[in-house]
């Protein structure tokens, strides 16, 4: 909690001292800050959807394309089963595209917050 509390201020800091050093004006700075806190949103709208497994019959499907177009090495082909079957390395990759996730959604937050910090500054 104390990191994403954090990372929060920390966007926000950055935000504060871009508006002093950078050459652009404050309606400039603000459309900047939405456009970034958008794009990171929804990026981390689309990390989400893919979690919630919504679309892994289609993810599925282009994978066995794919394994049908480019043939792979009987060892490929075992390394991806160790791997698939490895508890800890499925809980890193859990953990990471969870960190990942709440990250950009709070840096997009944070970004938009100060769009419209910005925009009642004008």
Known sequence: MKWKVSLFFLTLLGWY????AAPFSLADLSNIAFLIGLILIIIAAIALILHTGF?????HGFQIIGE???RKS???????SQMRNDPNMQSFKA??????TQSTFIVGT??????????FML
């Open 17 to 20: 001292i871009a508006t002093v």
């Open 55 to 59: 679309l892994t019959p289609l993810i």
């Open 68 to 70: 049908r177009m480019v």
């Open 74 to 80: 009987r060892s490929a082909e075992r390394a991806d």
């Open 95 to 100: 953990n990471l595209a969870d960190r990942i």
């Open 110 to 119: 944070s970004s938009i917050l100060t769009s419209v910090i910005i925009i």
